[in-house]
């Protein structure tokens, strides 16, 4: 009896003398999870992308905007995931010049029917709780250091569960539709995250009251905009971390808090460790 092929990974990203870059990290017939880098100047952000015969997760780690089938354009960043179904052909649009960096994840339809009673995504760009994003980088470490395939398949599918349970609940849900003023603040704390933006510049920049915006942004992304803002700050902090040892005083004003201990208190109460001891498990 022969053993099952593993998922195949995205099929969006094929094509001749481009600079797209799929990295495998894992693949199996249950789960496969990998990372994606697509420059600025590549032809796909001009065409239509096809995902393939197998449901997609994305963590993005820059922001980009996507359109599925029917359904306006989103902005996804490190605050998001992305939920792509079978068989979804969708757009991708720059977001002040970034390329599309992420890490994703590919599971079956068994999975799926697990996870949502109707097998489908509701739409495709929603929140991404704290401990899924720390979560998708340490199993990327994990796998690098040491492939074991019972311990990555457990934490993969868990990952994955916690992602979809903290986007859209355990059963059906219908997707609303985002207002433009949503997006549009979205975009300006994606691309100001470590400014003091009140809440009276953010409603007249998006041109609505400041009620109205803090009540539809709440409703539509399931974040605060104090906390939508707080989020980018430490997932930022959090991938600076990563790359070495820049000092924390550098870190907290680069991305926006006025002191040291600001952050290590922001960054304690929202990913449980304070950010030297996160520091030592990254590097």
Not at 21 to 28: A, D, Q, V
Not at 77 to 104: E, I, T
Not at 253 to 282: D, E
Request: proline share 7%; with cysteine.
């Amino acid at each position: 009896m022969l053993a099952p092929e593993p998922l195949r990974l995205a099929t969006w990203h094929a094509g001749e003398g481009d600079h797209v870059r799929i990295t495998p990290l894992y693949r199996s017939p249950v789960v496969s999870f990998g990372t994606f880098w697509c420059p600025p100047d590549d032809v796909r952000w001009e065409q239509e992308n096809y995902v393939g015969d197998v449901a997609h997760i994305g963590f993005p780690a820059t922001p980009v905007w996507i359109s599925a089938q029917g359904h306006e354009h989103a902005l996804a960043g490190p605050n998001h995931a992305l939920f792509f179904n079978p068989g979804d052909v969708f757009r991708r649009r720059r977001f002040n010049g970034f390329g599309d960096r992420s890490h994703f994840m590919v599971v079956g339809a068994d999975t799926m029917a697990e996870w949502r009673t109707d097998a489908r995504f509701p739409k495709p760009v929603a929140k991404l709780l704290p401990r899924p994003y720390m979560t998708v980088r340490a199993i990327a470490r994990a796998i690098v250091d040491d492939v074991d395939a019972l311990a990555i398949e457990e934490r993969l599918l868990g990952l994955g569960y916690a992602t979809v349970a903290g986007a859209f609940g355990r059963g059906d849900s219908r997707p609303r539709r985002t207002p433009a003023v949503v997006e549009e603040a979205k975009a300006l704390l994606t691309a100001r995250f470590n400014e003091r933006l009140t809440l009276d510049e953010l409603g007249r920049a998006v041109n609505v009251s400041p009620f109205h915006l803090a009540r539809s942004f709440r409703r539509h992304t399931g974040y605060t905009l104090h906390e939508y803002r707080t989020q980018l700050r430490l997932r930022a902090a959090l991938d600076r971390l990563a790359l070495g040892d820049e000092d924390l005083v550098v870190i907290a004003r680069a991305v926006g808090y006025s002191s040291h201990s600001h952050l290590t208190a922001s960054f304690r109460r929202v990913f449980g460790v304070p950010p030297s001891r996160l520091r030592r498990r990254l590097t």
